[in-house]
């Protein structure tokens, strides 16, 4: 079982940047969960389901939601079994819980996820 676990969030002001960060588990399930699969961001604001915003595969090629591209960047490093989202020119309707998981997601790897706030 690989553990997932976020960090980085926090209340921003609109238009502000902010980066997340996912560590895995270095143990021999999480390096290799971490070289073979694709992994994504995921967000779940209060009242809506939880939505995929960001994957990447493990070569490197991305993909994002409409709402957030052009604005987020996913990024991995493998050797440090890391994943990380840097979030720009955030808005009010990016609140919500950030998480990390696989793509398609592994039910038992969700973690606590990370609260960002975008408010005046």
Not at 71 to 78: Q, W
Not at 89 to 115: F, H, I, K, M
């Amino acid at each position: 079982q690989v553990q997932l676990v976020e960090s980085g969030g926090g209340l921003v002001h609109p238009g502000g940047s902010q980066r997340l960060s996912c560590a895995a588990s270095r143990n021999i399930f999480g390096i290799t969960v971490f070289s073979i699969k694709d992994l994504g961001w995921y967000r779940q604001a209060p009242g809506n389901q939880r939505e995929l915003v960001a994957a990447i595969s493990p070569d490197g090629s991305t993909n994002y939601t409409d709402t957030v591209k052009g604005r987020f960047t996913i990024s991995r490093d493998n050797a440090t079994t890391m994943v990380y989202l840097q979030m720009n020119n955030l808005q009010p309707e990016d609140t919500a819980v950030y998480y990390c998981n696989t793509v398609p997601y592994t039910a038992r790897s969700w973690g606590q996820g990370t609260q960002v706030t975008v408010s005046s």
